[in-house]
C-alpha cells in the first residue's frame, strides 16, 4: 500500500520561492506517475505539475516557466520547486500517485498549505 507524506507548504510572499517534497513509501514499485495538485477555496482541484517513470514531466500552463517538479529515486521523493510564486498560486497542494495497473485506485497526500501574501 503506497503512502504519501507532504511538507515544506507555509507563508510566503509575492516573488518568493517555495520546496515542496512528497516521500513514498510501501509499494512504490506499483507507482507510474507522481504529480502535485492543488485545491484553492471554492475552485476545483487541478493538476500543477507531474512526472512519469521515464521522466518526462508536464505541467500546468499557469505555472510553466516559474514550477519545476523533480524526484530524488534513491529517496523515494518528489519535489515541487516553486519560484515568483503569485498570490493565484494559494491552495491546498496534494501530492497524487498513479499505479501502473490499470483500475488501481491512486493515492493522494494529506495535503500542504501554501499561501502567498504580502
Known amino acids: 500500500q503506497v503512502q504519501l507524506v507532504e511538507s515544506g507548504g507555509g507563508l510566503v510572499q509575492p516573488g518568493g520561492s517555495l520546496r515542496l517534497s512528497c516521500a513514498a513509501s510501501?509499494?512504490?514499485?506499483?507507482?507510474?506517475?507522481m504529480g502535485w495538485y492543488r485545491q484553492a477555496p471554492g475552485k476545483q482541484r487541478e493538476l500543477v505539475a507531474a512526472?512519469?517513470?521515464?521522466?518526462?514531466?508536464n505541467y500546468a500552463d499557469s505555472v510553466k516557466g516559474r514550477f519545476t517538479i523533480s524526484r530524488d529515486s534513491a529517496k523515494n521523493t518528489v519535489y515541487l520547486q516553486m519560484n515568483s510564486l503569485k498570490p493565484e498560486d494559494t491552495a491546498v497542494y496534494y501530492c497524487?500517485?498513479?499505479?501502473?495497473?490499470?483500475?488501481?485506485?491512486?493515492?493522494w497526500g494529506q495535503g500542504t498549505l501554501v499561501t502567498v501574501s504580502s
Open positions: 497524487n500517485a498513479k499505479m501502473k495497473v490499470a483500475g488501481t485506485p491512486e493515492v
Open positions: 512526472i512519469i517513470s521515464g521522466g518526462r514531466t
Open positions: 510501501g509499494g512504490i514499485f506499483s507507482i507510474y506517475a
